[in-house]
């Protein structure tokens, strides 16, 4: 959670607003916070802190481990309909990778922007070209794309 | 997302719409019931409210209040814990 609360900045330009949920009560959100997290990341955590004691929203998204009691690793991106666009799911002791989580913002961004008629192609970065979906590109992608780009 | 007063009842997050245990200070923690997993990608995100921690303060989020916003949610193991 640290890794997102120090990238915050780059979130809050592409407005996105973060929530973190654990089985944990936000009375506990505020230890942790206050104690531990506020020494890692200047002025502390700057979203809110969600408790999810009974692990009710956990179960919810398919991330409430019944045996253990706790939330997996569970990342989601909520478009501005309230659809979820994209979901990675890691078990405990693996943590998330901070600039994928950033890529696919601005890919699922452009596609939006451009109502559906640009897609990105695997290992896309932003500035990259992007695909045309179409008659003309049916057969085509080789001419505008290929597996070495993606770095 | 003002200051609420905190009671003694565990409180909890609950899914919205799934009946009267979603009212945020419910004290009935021991009514078990099973959620369904709703969340598919490409589909409506399940809503719900919850106690949280804001920036010194005590805040209920619900997910629909971001309804025109990206959202970010992210679920982990627990409070300090190492990854």
Same mark, same amino acid.
């Given at each position: ?6 990238? !915050?900045?780059? /979130? ?5 607003? $973060?929530?973190? $949920? ?38 919810? !998204?398919?991330? !409430? ?18 659809? $979820?666009? +994209? ?11 901070? +600039? ?9 961004? /452009? ?7 640009? +897609?990105?192609? +695997? ?13 003309? /590109? ?14 | ?8 009842? &565990? ?28 969340? &598919? ?43």
């Amino acid at each position: 959670m640290s890794a997102v609360a120090d990238n !915050y900045a780059k /979130l809050q330009e592409l407005g996105v607003e $973060v929530l973190s $949920v654990s089985v944990d009560s936000h009375f506990v959100h505020k230890m942790w916070n206050d104690n531990e997290l506020v020494k890692m990341v200047d002025g502390g955590v700057p979203f809110h802190m969600v408790a999810d004691q009974a692990g009710n929203i956990g179960r919810a !998204y398919g991330v !409430y481990d019944e045996n253990m009691g706790i939330e997996m690793r569970g990342r989601f991106i909520i478009d501005p309909d309230g659809v $979820v666009q +994209a979901m990675e799911v890691l078990t405990p002791p693996v943590g998330r990778m901070f +600039a994928e989580t950033v890529r696919q913002f601005h890919a699922f961004q /452009l596609v939006r922007a451009s109502k559906g008629a640009e +897609a990105t192609p +695997a290992g896309w970065q932003p500035g990259q070209p992007t695909l045309k979906p179409g008659p003309d /590109l049916v057969g085509n992608v080789w001419k505008v794309w290929n597996p070495k780009m993606e770095k | 997302m003002a200051d609420k007063p905190q009671g003694c009842a &565990r409180v909890t997050g609950s899914v919205v719409g799934e009946g009267p245990s979603s009212a945020p200070a419910s004290p009935a923690p021991e009514t078990r019931k099973e959620t369904a997993v709703t969340a &598919r990608v490409g589909q409506k995100a399940p809503d719900f409210q919850a106690p949280a921690y804001f920036k010194g303060g005590f805040t209920n989020v619900k997910l629909s209040d971001y309804l025109g916003k990206w959202i970010l949610l992210c679920f982990y193991p627990g409070d300090f814990t190492f990854v």
